[in-house]
Structures are given as structure tokens and as C-alpha cells.
């Protein structure tokens, strides 16, 4: 749901700036781990990922519920089946072999990002690291008191993130969410995302 929410409100609020958009496609994407599918134990930290997604248009969305969105979201994280970890190997190995060959022949000078850069009027980039064990892993100099995200240069980008008060065991432990948006974006004009904004800056 909270995925939903941040889709939902970005899009409305990015429609409500920019009318013109509205035939435009808004993307939805999630950094899926499949480590139950792949049989990999949860007790391994590193484990692939790979992105799921959906679209609409930006009027599409700005017309649906929230749990008409919420049902997208599902929908999309549900594909990461066996089959489509493959193919999405499969087109990740292609892409970079075809980074390789523009590298050799001097075509290109930068890499491709393929989610990140891709031209859509709505981007909303879920990922999540919240039952990653940040606040109990000794990473030589002990435990963290305190730990934020790599900086989001992304636009759309969310980021889950767990506090120091998170316990995976419990349904309340509070998480933190980092949102990326560019700077005319104001969250507290969204009736959705001003729930979500700090009250205060200390």
C-alpha cells in the first residue's frame, strides 16, 4: 500500500503542475529479491534483485483509488516468477555485452541506466533494504548508532530504510522513507504524502 500511496501522490501532484502530461506514461517499478524462489536462505545478505513494473497513463492513474493501485502493485511484484528472472538475466547480460561492444568502438561514454534514465512523465522506484540487519552487523569498528541511505540521484526514487528501533519480528517497529523529487515538488501540498513528511528538522 505504501508503494500505491507514493505512486498515487507524486503522479497527482506532478499532473496537477503540468497538465499536459496526462497522456503520458506513469511507471511503476520495484526492486524485487527472489531469494525464496531461488532457494536462497535468508540468512545470506547478498542475493540478486531484479525490477518488476507496470504503467498507465498519468490521467489513468490520477483517476484510480488507492486500491485500485494497490492491486497494480501487487499484479507487478507478482511476475517475478522463475521464467521471468531468466529473461531478465537473459537481458541484462545483453545489454551490458552491447555497453562492451559501444565501449570498444568509442560510440558511447557512459553507461545505460536502464530504469533510472528511461522517459517517462511519472516515475515511482520502490526499493527497499528494511530487514537488512544495518544496526546489528559489526562492520569492524562495531554497530552503528545510526545509519541513512546512499543518496537517491534519481527522480521518483523511494527507499524503505529500517531505524535503529526496527525488529523485523514486529508489524509496528517504525521504518524511516526516503523519497527523491526534484525541488518544486512540495510533499506538504499532497493530501497523500504530507502524512509521511518529519515535523520537525532536528
Given amino acids: 500500500m505504501l508503494?500505491?500511496?507514493?505512486?498515487?501522490?507524486?503522479?497527482d501532484m506532478r499532473l496537477q503542475l503540468n497538465p499536459e502530461i496526462g497522456s503520458g506514461?506513469?511507471?511503476?517499478?520495484?526492486?524485487?529479491?527472489?531469494?525464496?524462489?531461488m532457494g536462497v536462505s535468508n540468512d545470506v545478505c547478498a542475493s540478486p534483485t531484479t525490477h518488476t513494473s507496470c504503467e498507465q497513463t498519468v490521467s489513468e492513474i490520477a483517476a484510480l483509488d488507492?486500491?485500485?493501485?494497490?492491486?497494480?502493485?501487487h499484479e507487478a511484484i507478482g511476475m517475478c516468477t522463475g521464467e521471468y528472472l531468466i529473461s531478465s538475466f537473459d537481458f541484462l547480460l545483453k545489454q551490458r555485452r552491447?555497453?562492451?561492444d559501444d565501449e570498444r568502438n568509442n560510440r558511447i561514454d557512459k553507461k545505460l541506466m536502464l530504469v533510472y534514465v528511461c522517459p517517462k512523465a511519472?516515475?515511482?522506484i520502490a526499493l527497499s533494504s528494511r530487514t537488512f540487519p544495518i544496526y546489528t552487523t559489526?562492520?569492524?569498528?562495531?554497530?552503528?548508532?545510526?545509519?541513512?541511505p546512499p543518496y537517491l540521484p534519481f527522480d521518483g526514487c523511494m527507499r524503505i530504510w529500517p531505524t535503529p528501533l526496527y525488529d523485523a519480528r514486529s508489524s509496528n517497529a517504525p521504518l524511516e522513507?526516503?523519497?527523491?523529487?526534484?525541488?518544486?515538488?512540495d510533499l506538504s501540498k499532497s493530501p497523500l504524502l504530507s502524512q509521511f513528511l518529519k515535523k520537525s528538522m532536528d
Avoid at 3 to 11: D, E, I, M, Q, Y
Avoid at 138 to 148: H, I, K, L, M, Q
Wanted: positive net charge.
Fill in 66 to 73: 488507492l486500491c485500485d493501485i494497490a492491486q497494480l502493485v
Fill in 3 to 11: 508503494s500505491a500511496v507514493l505512486w498515487k501522490g507524486t503522479n
Fill in 25 to 37: 506514461l506513469s511507471l511503476y517499478s520495484c526492486a524485487v529479491n527472489p531469494r525464496a524462489r
Fill in 122 to 124: 511519472v516515475k515511482c
Fill in 98 to 100: 552491447q555497453e562492451l
Fill in 138 to 148: 559489526d562492520y569492524g569498528f562495531g554497530t552503528p548508532t545510526y545509519v541513512r
Fill in 177 to 185: 522513507v526516503y523519497v527523491s523529487l526534484p525541488e518544486h515538488i
